[in-house]
C-alpha cells in the first residue's frame, strides 16, 4: 500500500540544541498514528514540520508520494491538505461556532461554507449550538468545534497536538472515543502528539515512541507494550520490573523461574517483566524453585491490585485481580508467566 504520508529523515535544531533528529515514519490512508514521549521530545516539532508550520533542516515530507518538503521544495501549510487541532483550540472568542467552523473553509462561497459548516457540525453533534460564542461552551465542546473546523475542508490527514489534554480525565476519554469514531467513518488519516501513554494505546492503530529527539521504537500497541526493544520504551508505557537473568536457547533463568523469552542470543540480559506477567501464589503451593518475598506495599485500583514485593532486598511490582487474598506482611512466592529482553 501506498503511505498517505512518508517522514524521512528529518532533523531540526534550533540555536545549539538538536530537537530532531533523524525521524522516519509513515502513516498509511485511513491509519490514526501517535507520536508519544515526555515533554521536549520533539513531538510538536516533528508535527509542526509535517504541516509546513516549520522548516527541517535535512530530511523530506510527501503525501500520497507528493513531495511537501524536501531541501529544495516547500509546499505551504495551506496547499498541503492537512488539517491541525492545536492544544488550546485556537477558536475565534468573537466568533460564533458556525463562523469559527466555516473559517476553515474561508476561499469558497459564504453559502457553500455555511451549509458544509452545518454538515460537520452535526457530525460532532453540535448544531444546537452553532449561534454560541466558544466562551459559552465547555472545553469538550470546544475541543468539537475545533475538531470541525479542521476537517471541514475534508483534509486526508489530521494532526492533533494534545487536543485533549485540558479535558477532565471523564470527559477526555470520551471526547478521545467519539473523535476516534469519527476520523474512522471519515476515513481521516491522524497523527495524534502525545506524552499520555494510555491515550496513544488507546487512540492508535501504530504508534512511535520518541526520546530526545529520536524513534526509539514504531509499532502496534500490543507490540510496543508487550515486545518493547529497550528499557525506555518499556518504562515509558507503563510500569515494568527490570531484572538481570541468564539468557540461553531463548530460554531466560529468572529468578521467579525458567521464561521463554526466544531469539539466539544468549549471556546475561537484561528483561523487562510487566507487574500483570508476576504471579503470587503461597509458599507452600509446590512452588519451591520460585523465590520468596515479602509483600510490603498494596494499592486498591478498583478493579485490581498492584503489590509492592521485596525479594532480596529489591522491590518489584505484582498485578492481580482484585480476588488476591493476599495482605501486607505476607510471604509469597513470585513467578514470572513471560518476559522480554530490552537492550539499555
Ligand atoms: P511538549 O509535550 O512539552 O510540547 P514536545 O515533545 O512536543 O514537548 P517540542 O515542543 O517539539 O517538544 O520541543 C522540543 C524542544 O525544542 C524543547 O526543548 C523546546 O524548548 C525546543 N523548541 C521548540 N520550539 C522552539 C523554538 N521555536 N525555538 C527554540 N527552541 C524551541
Redesign the pocket.
Known amino acids: 500500500m501506498i503511505p498517505l504520508l512518508s517522514v524521512e529523515s528529518i532533523t531540526k535544531r ?2 545549539d ?1 538538536q ?1 530532531v533528529q533523524d525521524v522516519s515514519f509513515t502513516v498509511y490512508p485511513g491509519e490514526i498514528f501517535a507520536l508519544l ?10 508535527l509542526r514540520i509535517i504541516a509546513g508550520f516549520e522548516k527541517a533542516d535535512a530530511g523530506t515530507i510527501s503525501m500520497a508520494e507528493r513531495p511537501l518538503a524536501s531541501n529544495s521544495v516547500h509546499v505551504p501549510p495551506e496547499s498541503r491538505g492537512i488539517g491541525f487541532v492545536f492544544q488550546d483550540y485556537a477558536l475565534f472568542p468573537h466568533k460564533n461556532v458556525l463562523d469559527n467552523i466555516a473559517f476553515g473553509l474561508r476561499k469558497v462561497p459564504k453559502i457553500t461554507r455555511h451549509e458544509r459548516a452545518f454538515e460537520v457540525l452535526e457530525m460532532v453533534g453540535l448544531s444546537d449550538l452553532h449561534a454560541r460564542l466558544p466562551h459559552h461552551l465547555s472545553g469538550g465542546e470546544q475541543q468539537r468545534v475545533a475538531l470541525a473546523r479542521s476537517i471541514i475542508a475534508r483534509p486526508k490527514l489530521l494532526l492533533l497536538d ?1 487536543p485533549f489534554s485540558s479535558l477532565d480525565p471523564g470527559l477526555r476519554q470520551t471526547t478521545r472515543d467519539e473523535v476516534r469514531v469519527l476520523l474512522k467513518s471519515e476515513g481521516i488519516s491522524a497523527v495524534l ?1 502525545t ?1 499520555d501513554q494510555e491515550e496513544a494505546l488507546s487512540f492508535a492503530e501504530r504508534l512511535a515512541v ?1 526520546k530526545d529527539g529520536t524513534v526509539e521504537q514504531i509499532g502496534t500497541p500490543e507490540v510496543v507494550y508487550r515486545h518493547p526493544e529497550t528499557a525506555y520504551v518499556a518504562d515509558f508505557l507503563g510500569q515494568t520490573n527490570f531484572v538481570k537473568a541468564s539468557v540461553k536457547d531463548g530460554i531466560a533463568e529468572t529468578p521467579f523461574g525458567r521464561v521463554e523469552v526466544g531469539g539466539t542470543i544468549a549471556g546475561e540480559m537484561l528483561l523487562s517483566i510487566r507487574p500483570e506477567c508476576l504471579t503470587m501464589s503461597a509458599p507452600d503451593a509446590g512452588n519451591g524453585r520460585m523465590k520468596g518475598g515479602r509483600i510490603v506495599g498494596q494499592a486498591f485500583k478498583g478493579h485490581d491490585f498492584t503489590y509492592r514485593v521485596e525479594v532480596d532486598g529489591q522491590f518489584y511490582l505484582v498485578q492481580t485481580d482484585y480476588r488476591c487474598p493476599f495482605q501486607i506482611g505476607d510471604t509469597v512466592r513470585l513467578e514470572a508467566v513471560s518476559a522480554v529482553v530490552v537492550r539499555k
Open positions: 534550533f540555536a540544541t530537537v514521549g515526555p515533554s521536549g521530545c520533539g513531538k510538536t516539532t516533528t494534545e502528539v506524552h520518541m
